[in-house]
């Protein structure tokens, strides 16, 4: 099974956009924060960041379950890159079941509806990293139509775009694989980056996440591409050691 590593970029600050108070737009911001240290490798400060929202996120009411997940995703993803994948399973699945709940709640609206249904995707995504083949085939159907159900309420989601076009490049034409459709979605994505051709614009960690996942696909089939993308990667992210790794690893 390849074990390819998970994006850990997801820009799901975009889901307390409609909170007006300031303390939810420090949250927003720390959040971002806690991203922007994640993908350069700098997991501690990630990590210190992640803590005081999770410990801040409080109980009563949906909304605050969906952010303490959004969190746990993150602190999930940093037990990964520390290859502790207990721990990881952990924050992983509490990430899952706040989306579930949210999603089972009376009335959410579609933007904050569409955010569970991708914190959902990207935490089962991420377990799908270590798990064995059963879960694969079991939450890999899953995981798509959680993407294609985010992507109905909101076409433009940068993070359920990956995900569609990495199931699209993984799993095999019998099971709807299509590694030209993947690829074009993807290559689509990357016009939006910061300064580039098409909008709406991604953040940083967005075109960092698409960067990524160009250079990973493209490393066995075109090194020379590839390395073009994990070297826009790291302008993006120049302390990302996955971008740096992929770089190397390219011979």
Same mark, same amino acid.
Request: no cysteine.
């Given at each position: 099974?390849?074990?390819?590593?998970?994006?850990?970029?997801?820009?799901?600050?975009?889901?307390?956009?409609? +909170? =007006?108070?300031?303390?939810?737009?420090?949250?927003?911001?720390?959040?971002?924060?806690?991203?922007?240290? +994640?993908? /350069?490798?700098?997991?501690?400060?990630?990590?210190?960041?992640? /803590?005081?929202?999770?410990?801040?996120?409080?109980?009563? =009411?949906?909304?605050?379950?969906?952010?303490?997940?959004?969190?746990?995703?993150?602190?999930?993803?940093?037990?990964?890159?520390?290859?502790?994948?207990?721990?990881?399973?952990?924050? %992983?699945?509490?990430?899952?079941?706040?989306?579930?709940? +949210?999603?089972?709640?009376?009335?959410?609206?579609?933007?904050?509806?569409?955010?569970?249904?991708?914190?959902?995707?990207?935490?089962?995504?991420?377990?799908?990293?270590?798990?064995?083949?059963?879960?694969?085939?079991? /939450?890999?159907? %899953?995981?798509?139509?959680?993407?294609?159900?985010?992507?109905?309420?909101?076409?433009?989601?940068?993070?359920?775009?990956?995900?569609?076009?990495?199931?699209?490049?993984?799993?095999?034409?019998?099971?709807?694989?299509?590694?030209?459709?993947?690829?074009?979605?993807?290559?689509?994505?990357?016009?939006?980056?910061?300064?580039?051709?098409?909008?709406?614009?991604?953040?940083?960690?967005?075109?960092?996440?698409?960067?990524? =996942?160009?250079?990973?696909? %493209?490393?066995?089939?075109?090194?020379?591409?590839?390395?073009?993308? +994990?070297?826009?990667?790291?302008?993006?992210?120049?302390? =990302?050691?996955?971008?740096?790794?992929?770089?190397?690893?390219?011979?």
């Amino acid at each position: 099974m390849n074990k390819k590593k998970g994006f850990g970029l997801t820009a799901l600050v975009l889901l307390l956009l409609p +909170f =007006s108070t300031a303390g939810e737009i420090r949250r927003v911001e720390t959040l971002e924060d806690a991203e922007i240290h +994640f993908i /350069n490798g700098r997991y501690g400060a990630s990590e210190e960041a992640l /803590n005081r929202l999770y410990a801040g996120a409080g109980e009563g =009411s949906p909304e605050a379950a969906l952010f303490k997940g959004i969190a746990a995703l993150w602190k999930g993803r940093i037990a990964l890159e520390r290859a502790d994948e207990s721990g990881a399973e952990i924050f %992983l699945l509490e990430a899952a079941a706040a989306a579930e709940n +949210f999603r089972k709640a009376d009335g959410p609206g579609d933007t904050l509806l569409a955010r569970a249904y991708l914190l959902e995707a990207e935490a089962r995504a991420e377990i799908m990293l270590f798990k064995g083949v059963g879960f694969i085939i079991k /939450n890999g159907s %899953l995981v798509q139509e959680l993407a294609e159900k985010t992507l109905e309420l909101d076409p433009d989601n940068p993070e359920a775009l990956v995900i569609y076009a990495q199931g699209r490049i993984n799993a095999p034409r019998l099971f709807g694989g299509n590694r030209k459709e993947g690829l074009e979605v993807l290559e689509r994505l990357w016009q939006r980056r910061p300064g580039g051709r098409e909008g709406p614009e991604m953040s940083i960690q967005q075109a960092y996440r698409v960067a990524v =996942s160009l250079g990973e696909t %493209l490393a066995k089939s075109n090194p020379r591409e590839a390395a073009g993308y +994990f070297r826009a990667a790291l302008s993006l992210a120049p302390d =990302s050691p996955r971008a740096r790794a992929g770089l190397e690893n390219l011979g």
